[in-house]
């Protein structure tokens, strides 16, 4: 597998490998992954980061909060 220097800075060296994605290594030439290495190319514009989705409110089944009122209602009706 080539690896195709793209971009070289200070503290990175971006990479295209064989399969046109990318490969990014710090200055010590160790492989960087995961978050930093998504960060380092979206900064190089090389990448875009899709923006994250927004958290859904769990929705309350009507049928779990009736429940939840009948039995209140029978515990008051049993003292």
């Given amino acids: ?8 800075t200070e503290s990175h060296r971006i990479y295209q490998r064989g399969d046109n994605r990318y490969a990014v ?14 960060a380092v190319l979206a900064a190089e514009g090389l990448i875009k980061v899709p ?10 089944e ?10 209140a209602e029978g515990e008051a009706d049993a003292e």
């Fill in 25 to 38: 290594k710090d200055a010590e030439r160790k492989p960087v992954n995961g978050e930093e290495k998504v």
């Fill in 51 to 60: 923006a994250p989705k927004p958290a859904e409110e769990p929705v309350e």
């Fill in 1 to 8: 597998m080539a690896l195709k220097l793209i971009k070289k």
């Fill in 62 to 71: 009507e049928g779990a909060g009736e429940a939840a009122e009948t039995a």
